[in-house]
């Protein structure tokens, strides 16, 4: 049960509600944040004196794969990446092992202790959401949400070829409600499709096999379905070309598609009371930006250009991205682009597999171990800095690590830290390859975020972005009860001398509150708290829906599953709590 909790004194930052350091008291109750407790409240609730420290709403991922088959054959594909990486049992926790692809019980605990209390799956294929949720079921101490998978599925290409768009909006809301999601992924458009004949699309005006509809076609059409369906989130778009040297041009004029397409988020919720405008106003969140800003014309001349795309970011207002930071070591990379993660294993020689979910996507997973001597590797490093140091605008960048592509999500404190310390970069660029320097701007780049921008870009933004800001994000009075503090007190913080220490406090938060509960203290997890998982329950016309299903139903013959067990039932989900999209339908 939730409990009454005063936080005391702590330093807080609260983006949303523009609130930088100030010292102040929060209160919880009934897992809500309130703006005070009566007497007799304070005399039951448990105080957490905060004095000296940092306190930051709860961490809100907005793109990790943690959950579905692809998660799953990561771990199958590599064992040893359980050997040297295990958590014991204690009283009211699991056992589990893993490193990149961490068993799920591990994956909430790791996540907990770091002060996260939300994490969205960023790719459902539809035939394994089922699959998905009951992964996501299994995951301990976050709410959770999936995006799903759209870019390549037949009859989104048919409908959207066929300038269908009331008929291809019927059946994003249907194909949501039946499986349970979130939001809408766009990985590789038409590219996957083509993969299916060992082939890929080269440019965005490139038409595919037997739809022939273009990158740009499918693009131009998500976006302009999901803002007429009023989606809390933008469609979250992996540009095509992914990981070739040169892509960076494909994305910047794929970012430019929906410039003119309007954000409007149609969504039945209350929100939290907050100073900035806690609505979406981006039409596009682009990806893992380090993955789509290769320059270059080959692996000899390659070089980071995420230069020019962050200058086109910065004198735009309707983008939204987050980096895929490369922090070193292992991970694995696990993606709907099949035909990239090809590429990536013809590279490595090792282990690689493959596959297509029928008639609508299809993945591919890698292990792969960045290299502090690896030229392009160390680039890549610097990429990933340079996606969130070169934006001006915080509320257009959130960090992540593509876990587990750039790297497993536990080293999100390193990232972190080198956002913070030019020291610690310096230090970084002192073991690296010379590319890191020769190859980016981030050498020349003197920024150092502050606790305010790593509040914005690790909580706010994402739960701006998607749409979760009215429970998210924020300590505004009737969010969410989850807060994260840090052991770091902001009146001393030297990030120059001691950014090893940061790396730490930020690895294991002082006190992690989930919806009021104590979850995590110093590393160690006190309780289970309760979770949910949320989908949109998006409304369209009755009709429009029955037009389109005729068709759905007509082609199911060549799935290898009946209709009727097509669709994830409630009952795969943890507290499934719908948000009502499109209501005046
Ligand atoms: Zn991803």
């Not at 089922?130 to 048919?158: A, Q």
């Not at 709907?336 to 590429?343: F, T, V």
């Not at 979850?519 to 997890?525: L, P, R």
Request: glycine content about 8%.
């Amino acid at each position: 049960m939730a409990a009454t909790i005063a936080i005391k004194n702590g330093h807080v930052f609260d983006p949303l509600n523009e609130i930088n350091g100030d010292i102040m008291d929060i209160y919880i109750k009934d897992g809500k944040v309130v703006p005070e407790l009566s007497d007799a409240e304070m005399k039951d609730a448990k105080v957490v004196d905060a004095t000296g420290k940092t306190v930051m709403p709860g961490g809100v991922d907005s793109h990790t794969h943690i959950a579905g088959a692809k998660v799953n054959s990561g771990r199958l594909m590599r064992p040893e990446d359980s050997y040297k990486w295990n958590r014991p049992k204690t009283s009211i926790t699991h056992g589990g092992t893993g490193e990149t692809v961490p068993s799920v019980y591990l994956e909430g605990y790791e996540y907990a202790q770091m002060g996260y209390t939300t994490a969205f799956e960023a790719a459902v294929p539809p035939m394994e959401a089922r699959h998905t949720h009951e992964e996501m079921h299994s995951i301990p101490m976050l709410d959770m949400g999936g995006y799903l998978v759209l870019g390549n599925n037949w009859f989104m290409m048919r409908y959207l070829k066929e300038g269908d768009i009331d008929k291809a909006a019927a059946y994003v809301a249907w194909m949501m409600r039946t499986h349970k999601t979130y939001g809408i992924k766009c990985v590789n458009p038409a590219g996957v499709e083509n993969w299916g004949w060992g082939k890929n699309v080269e440019s965005l005006d490139e038409t595919n096999i037997h739809f022939e509809i273009t990158p740009r076609e499918i693009i131009e059409g998500l976006t302009e379905v999901n803002e007429m369906l009023g989606i809390p989130m933008p469609v979250h778009l992996h540009a095509n070309n992914l990981g070739h040297p040169g892509c960076y041009e494909t994305t910047k004029e794929s970012l430019a598609i929906p410039s003119k397409v309007k954000p409007n988020q149609d969504m039945g919720v209350e929100w939290a009371e907050t100073k900035f405008d806690p609505t979406k106003d981006k039409s596009i969140y682009l990806t893992h930006l380090q993955f789509n800003a290769f320059g270059g014309t080959s692996w000899r001349d390659f070089e980071s250009s995420v230069k020019d795309v962050t200058d086109y970011v910065n004198s735009q207002d309707h983008v939204v991205i987050d980096s895929g930071s490369v922090p070193f070591g292992e991970a694995t990379c696990m993606t709907g682009d099949g035909p990239s993660i090809h590429d990536i294993a013809v590279l490595t020689g090792g282990k690689w597999s493959n596959c297509d979910v029928e008639l609508e996507c299809g993945s591919g997973v890698c292990p792969f171990t960045y290299l502090k001597s690896n030229p392009v590797h160390s680039v890549q490093w610097a990429m990933g800095l340079e996606s969130l140091l070169l934006i001006d605008d915080p509320w257009k960048t959130i960090m992540t690590t593509d876990n587990p592509n750039g790297g497993p999500f536990t080293k999100y404190p390193n990232v972190m830290t080198w956002l913070m310390s030019e020291a610690y970069r310096n230090e970084t660029f002192s073991e690296v390859h010379k590319w890191a320097n020769d190859r980016s701007t981030l050498g020349g780049v003197s920024r150092e975020l502050s606790l305010y921008d790593i509040a914005t870009i690790t909580r706010a933004t994402p739960a701006k972005t998607n749409g979760m800001a009215h429970r998210k994000g924020s300590l505004a009075v009737g969010a969410d009860g989850d807060v994260t503090i840090y052991d770091i007190d902001p009146t001393k913080l030297d990030v120059t001398a001691s950014y090893n220490d940061l790396i730490t406090k930020f690895r294991y938060a002082d006190y992690t509150i989930k919806g009021g509960e104590i979850a995590a203290h110093n590393g160690e997890i006190m309780s289970i708290p309760e979770r949910r998982t949320y989908y949109s329950d998006i409304k369209v016309d009755a009709n429009e829906e029955k037009k389109m299903l005729e068709d759905v139903k007509d082609w199911f013959r060549y799935y290898t599953l009946g209709f009727e067990n097509y669709p994830t039932p409630e009952k795969y989900l943890v507290n499934p709590t719908p948000i009502n999209v499109n209501m005046e339908k």
